[in-house]
């Protein structure tokens, strides 16, 4: 019963996690350090023992969560959680009326492990700033307990007598002053929970959760109990602190297509710029018989640009070609000095770390421009930071613009 419960429980959580997989627009944690929380609740829990009423078994109930949203569809949590467990039994006398049922109750502590899956962000899209989200949360149990896991069943020798009062014969019944329970020690029951929360936001660091739990786990009561599996509904209520407040970025491609025009469009420019300058020298060398001088400055085609992916200061293949583009015309010009300037997407990242990265942008094209062999005496770089859609679309603005 026990694997069951165990396997049952992962394949729901791999049910959740596919059904995340299916985010459209791909937003994710950028650094392992972002979207880990904190959640701290109390509430109640009510077991579903047979021997026992409903409301006969609802003690306090706490717990502590700890987790991280991988994305703004699903995350992962780890909780403890525990007080008491609190039912009524007879086992194992529930055939003799002499005996009445017992009050029971365990101290126990337990351990969670939910696959959570956002249903609100799943069917409607993640919009940063939304006040209520609903979650799906499912996963292992276990409960730790010391209890009696056994009985040791005591007999007596009961007479049967006829209408007069004579005996008749004896029967074997349990006898309850013999009868004791056996096997007291700490066990580790697995099971198996599911369960929907309510999210409330306050801000992007701040919520209050309201959840209700269902589990099925071995008994707490262990001997004790007429079942060897019992239910329990958790109903809490708590807040969860986001350390940082949520961060999630969008993992959205680099317009390669756009890319490619601008290189043609360089590439044609250059074309060109050769063209007229072999005209020129024609016309130099034809002039008879007064020298003129002709100079003919080939200035740099436009700006160029060069693109990055998030968070990095590497050059593609793509950005190596245009500044070898670059650099044939900035040697063909040595009086000229080019700045270049390194940009960040300013909605991704602190201003700090855009800084230091659109910095690291420049100081790479600087470096390739150099080993190409651009002398340094015509180079200046600077790293300017985030910046906010100077393309209109904020991937276009981790770029490296060299003029």
């Known amino acids: 019963m026990k694997n069951k419960l165990v396997i049952l429980s992962f394949l729901l959580a791999g049910t959740a996690i596919s059904a995340s997989a299916q985010d459209k627009d791909h937003y994710y944690s950028e650094s392992w350090k972002d979207n880990i929380f904190i959640s701290i609740g109390g509430g109640v829990q009510a077991g579903t023992n047979p ?7 609802i003690t306090p109930l ?36 002499t005996w009445s049922k017992q009050k029971r109750t365990e101290n126990y502590v337990g351990l969670n492990l ?70 007291h020690k700490l066990r580790c029951l697995v099971g198996a929970s599911v369960g929907l929360g309510a999210k409330f ?22 001997a004790y109990s007429s079942a060897s599996t019992d239910g329990y509904i958790h109903l809490t209520a708590g807040v ?14 680099v317009d390669q297509k756009a890319i490619n025009d601008e290189l043609n469009k360089y590439r044609d420019e250059l074309a060109l710029a050769q063209a007229e300058l072999a005209a020129a020298m024609n016309a130099l060398e034809n002039v008879q018989p007064e020298v003129v001088e002709v100079v003919k400055e080939i200035e740099v085609a436009g700006p160029r640009a060069i693109f990055f ?9 793509y950005g190596m070609v245009n500044i070898q583009l670059a650099a044939k015309i900035i040697k063909e010009n040595p009086s000229k000095v080019y700045k270049v300037a390194g940009y960040c997407d300013e909605a ?16 790479a094209v600087y470096d390739a421009l150099i080993k190409d062999g ?14 906010t859609n100077m393309f209109g679309k904020n991937f276009l603005n981790r770029v490296v613009i060299l003029e």
């Not at 936001?201 to 262990?222: C, F, H, K, M, Y």
């Not at 991704?348 to 100081?363: P, V």
């Not at 651009?374 to 910046?387: I, R």
Request: aromatic share 10%.
């Open 240 to 253: 969860t602190y986001t350390i940082g407040g949520k961060k999630f970025v969008s993992g959205g491609k």
């Open 201 to 222: 936001n306050i801000n992007p660091e701040w919520a209050i959760d309201i959840e209700a739990r269902g589990q099925v786990t071995p008994s707490i009561l262990g």
């Open 309 to 317: 992916k998030i968070g990095s200061a590497k050059i593609d293949d």
């Open 114 to 183: 939910d696959g959570m899956l956002n249903l609100t962000n799943l069917f409607c899209g993640y919009k940063p700033g939304r006040l209520f989200e609903g979650t799906l949360f499912v996963g292992p149990s276990m409960n730790i307990v010391k209890n009696y896991s056994a009985w040791q069943m005591g007999v007596a020798n009961h007479a049967i007598t006829d209408a007069n009062g004579f005996i008749t014969g004896y029967e074997t019944v349990i006898d309850p002053a013999t009868t004791v329970p056996v096997g």
């Open 62 to 97: 706490v717990n502590l969560s700890v987790g991280k949203l991988i994305n703004p569809v699903w995350g992962v949590r780890g909780q403890v959680y525990g007080w008491q467990s609190k039912q009524k039994t007879a086992y194992p006398f529930t055939n003799t009326p």
């Open 374 to 387: 651009v002398s340094k005496d015509q180079l200046e770089y600077v790293g300017f930071g985030g910046t």
């Open 348 to 363: 991704t990242g602190t201003s700090s770390w855009n800084k230091t990265l659109s910095e690291m942008r420049a100081q």
């Open 51 to 57: 021997d026992s009423k409903f409301g006969q078994s």
